[in-house]
């Protein structure tokens, strides 16, 4: 039996507090971003999503832990919610799909934390981009993608596009998967985070203020890594790609 909602009162206030610390998080990549080494705006980033995970009521529970190496992290995708649950574990730069730019409020979140926005069905911008992330990742960044390209609502995986894993390649750098599940507080999965179909992103918004508690379960799996040598052609990432998919697949299905 699914439980039942929280008050609307409840789920107000809640909201509101919500949306406050979106505001907030707006006026410090305005006003004191530009004043911050990249190292304190990653720390504020890890803090403030935390927070937001706090205020919409999820727990955050992690298993396993990332490699000292900074790499690529590779994450099954569920929710815009996904992004801030990332970014508790780590702070991390995302590759994401440039229609985010126009979302409200979070669009130019994104835009000043280091996220890379990706054309769709531009090769060259691909290529671009491409090169950007495997100059980042040989810097030492942080870096996170969803290999399935879009989301689903948490009961299956899409296939893994294999050329969003080529930057690790070239960079010479790990590729780590992370299983992200979305749980009742019994650790029951729940569809109220999922953002797919034709549900707006107020929609979403709505539905997960709607629940009194939930928790976001991080599964990190063991570190993966091919070299640019790894067979003909992209046999080598393709392979990759097929790994990253089972081992997220058997964490969050066995």
Request: charged share 20%; hydrophobic share 45%; glycine share 8%.
């Amino acid at each position: 039996m699914a439980a039942a909602p929280a008050p609307k009162l409840y789920r107000i206030v809640r909201g509101t507090r919500v949306i406050a610390h979106l505001l907030i998080g707006l006026f410090r990549v305005a006003l004191v971003f530009p004043f911050c080494s990249m190292g304190r705006r990653r720390q504020i980033r890890y803090h403030w999503s935390r927070r937001l995970l706090s205020l919409f009521g999820f727990t955050l529970k992690i298993e396993g832990s990332l490699p000292a190496q900074p790499g690529l992290i590779a994450a099954n995708h569920v929710s815009w919610i996904d992004i801030f649950a990332v970014n508790a574990l780590t702070p991390v730069a995302f590759v994401s799909k440039d229609d985010v730019i126009h979302w409200p409020i979070i669009g130019t979140l994104a835009r000043h934390n280091e996220t890379i926005f990706l054309q769709r069905g531009s090769r060259g911008h691909a290529h671009t981009i491409g090169k950007d992330m495997a100059r980042r990742l040989e810097d030492g960044s942080w870096l996170a993608v969803f290999p399935e390209g879009t989301t689903t609502d948490g009961t299956h995986l899409h296939p893994f596009h294999a050329a969003l894993l080529q930057p690790a390649i070239d960079a010479n750098v790990p590729v780590t998967p992370v299983a992200l599940r979305y749980e009742d507080p019994d650790g029951n999965l729940t569809l109220l985070p999922a953002y797919t179909g034709d549900t707006s992103l107020w929609e979403s918004f709505c539905a997960i203020l709607s629940a009194r508690q939930l928790v976001v379960r991080l599964s990190i799996g063991p570190p993966m890594q091919v070299t640019a040598d790894s067979g003909p052609g992209n046999q080598g990432r393709k392979r990759l790609a097929h790994a990253l998919r089972d081992e997220i697949e058997k964490t969050l299905y066995s």
